[in-house]
Nanobody, 120 residues
Framework: VQLQASGGGLVQAGGSLRLSCAASGNIVSVDAMGWYRQAPGKQREMVAIITSSGGTSYGGRTSYADSMKGRFTIFRDNAKNTVYLQMNNLKPEDTGVYYC?????????WGQGTLVTVSS
């Protein structure tokens, strides 16, 4: 299984970006997909996770880190095995490398990371 993340870039504070992460390969089942990030000099931290939708095409149970609630939205397209992260009202402290992950049948895979830089 491979995960390809995209959508990072440079944005001013208060701006928006949408990250996407497409999974490909031998995917039997999708238990969860989501995003972590790593800021310069800091440990990797959870951003948002979306778990199995229970039958719907785009939904699922979501969880967010406290600092992202109300600003970030995670959603998925099951047909494309793709997860998205809509980031609004970005702050300089959101700067970092964003990594997507997927839990496929109990096996966890990571994407290569995409850099988000928020200028003040």
């Amino acid at each position: 299984v491979q995960l390809q993340a995209s959508g990072g870039g440079l944005v001013q504070a208060g701006g928006s970006l949408r990250l996407s992460c497409a999974a490909s390969g031998n995917i039997v089942s999708v238990d969860a997909m989501g995003w972590y990030r790593q800021a310069p000099g800091k440990q990797r931290e959870m951003v948002a996770i979306i778990t199995s939708s229970g039958g719907t095409s785009y939904g699922g149970r979501t969880s967010y880190a406290d600092s992202m609630k109300g600003r970030f939205t995670i959603f998925r397209d099951n047909a494309k095995n793709t997860v998205y992260l809509q980031m609004n009202n970005l702050k300089p402290e959101d700067t970092g490398v964003y990594y997507c992950f997927g839990n496929f049948g109990g096996n966890v895979y990571w994407g290569q990371g995409t850099l988000v830089t928020v200028s003040s």
